[in-house]
């Protein structure tokens, strides 16, 4: 079991009840929010009901490094740097992200951290459609190729 990094690409206007609470208690209900969330049947069921609204893939070491030292938050002020890490107890960004790796963690689970990520609109647009699923033609639902579209969204 793994961990999985979710990206709202829709925001939450004209969406079904169900959908919209479903992002939210994912922790991604703004457009272009991410966050890390366990790869068990019970988020992959919550990430399939909301495959029309967001992509997701299995995260790496580098990538959560990057997200945590560039978009990890404390508070809405504060960025998650080397003074707020060792408050929290951890060395650097890069024994955060081993940590959370190895032990499954969630974004939500590491207290002190806000539980998502806010990610800018991809640098050179998405290339492909943000209105249909991945193995359509679109970027939408499983896509193994978000790693590098979320590297631009940094």
Known sequence: MGNLLAVNLHGLINTPTPVRTTLVELGIGRRFAATIVRDDATTLGALRLCKDYVAWCPVDGAL????????????????????????????????????????????SSVS??????GLSPP???????????????????ENPKLPEIVRRMI
């Open 64 to 107: 959560l490094q990057s997200l945590l030292e560039q978009r990890g938050r404390v508070s809405a002020a504060r960025k998650l740097d080397s003074s707020a890490l060792k408050a929290l107890g951890y060395k650097d960004h890069a024994e955060l992200a081993s940590k959370m790796l190895a032990q499954g963690m969630t974004l």
């Open 112 to 117: 002190g951290v806000k539980p998502f990520f």
């Open 123 to 141: 640098k050179g647009g998405l290339k492909r459609s943000s209105r249909r699923q991945f193995r359509e033609g679109g970027v939408l639902g």
